[in-house]
C-alpha cells in the first residue's frame, strides 16, 4: 500500500481553486505523495506528455475550460484518473467512468476518504502474485499490464479494474451491483450497466483465454484459472 513508509508515487492535481489544490498539496503530502497542482488543462498537457504523473486528480469544471480532454489523454496513456468535482449527476458520472476514470468523489470531500480511494486504485511497487497468468494471457497487477500470447494489450482503466477485481478472486462470483460499487464507485443500474460493456470489451481483447470469465447467471462473473 502507498503510504508514508513507501515510496512517493507522483500525483497530478488539476484544480482551479488554490484552496483546494493547497489543501490537497498538504493532505496527500502529508501521507507520502509527490504532489504536483496545476490550474488548467494546458498546463497539464506536458506533464502528461512527459509520463511524469503516477495519478491525476482531475476537477471537470476549471473557470472557462473543462476537464473531459484531459481524462481522454489520461485514459490513452493508461494514468488512473479520480475525479473530483462538484457535479454529482448520473449522466456525468457515467460519462466520466466511461470515459476512463477509475474513481469518482464529490466536492465537498473529506481527504481521508480521498487517500483511501488513492489506496485503493493504486498497486504497491512488488508483491507477490501480482502476476497472473491464465490461457495464453498474463496479468500484471503491479504494472497495470496485460498481455495476450505475449504480445501487450490495451485496456481502459475501466476494463483493467473489472479484469483486476475478478483475478484477484479465483473461483469467487461477483456480481454485477459489487463491481458497479467496488470498481465504479456507485450503485445505480445503469452502472451496471456499464459493468456488462467493461467485460463485453475484456472479453473480446483477451480473445481465446475469455473462456476463463465464467458467466454466473442471474448474478455477474467468476474468474476460474
Partial sequence: ???????????????DDRQVSLGLEEGL?????????VRSVEEAHPILRRRATDLLILDLMLGSSEGWPL?????????PVIVLTALVDVATRLRALEGG??????????????????????????EPGDRIAFGDALVDLARRELRVGGEPVALTPGEFEVLAHLVRRPGRAVSRATLAFEVLSGDSERLERTVDSHVSRLRAKLGDAAE??????????RFEP
Avoid: C
Wanted: a positive charge; zero cysteines; charged letters at 20%.
Fill in 101 to 126: 476514470a477509475v474513481d469518482y468523489l464529490s466536492k465537498p470531500f473529506f481527504i481521508a476518504e480521498l487517500v483511501a480511494r488513492i489506496r485503493l486504485r493504486t498497486t504497491p511497487a512488488s
Fill in 29 to 37: 503530502g502529508a501521507e507520502g505523495y509527490q504532489v504536483t497542482s
Fill in 71 to 79: 481524462l481522454s489523454e489520461a485514459a490513452t496513456q493508461r494514468v
Fill in 212 to 221: 476463463h470469465i465464467k458467466t454466473v447467471w442471474g448474478i455477474g462473473w
Fill in 1 to 15: 500500500m502507498v503510504g508514508p513508509t513507501a515510496p512517493a508515487r507522483r500525483v497530478l492535481v488539476v484544480e
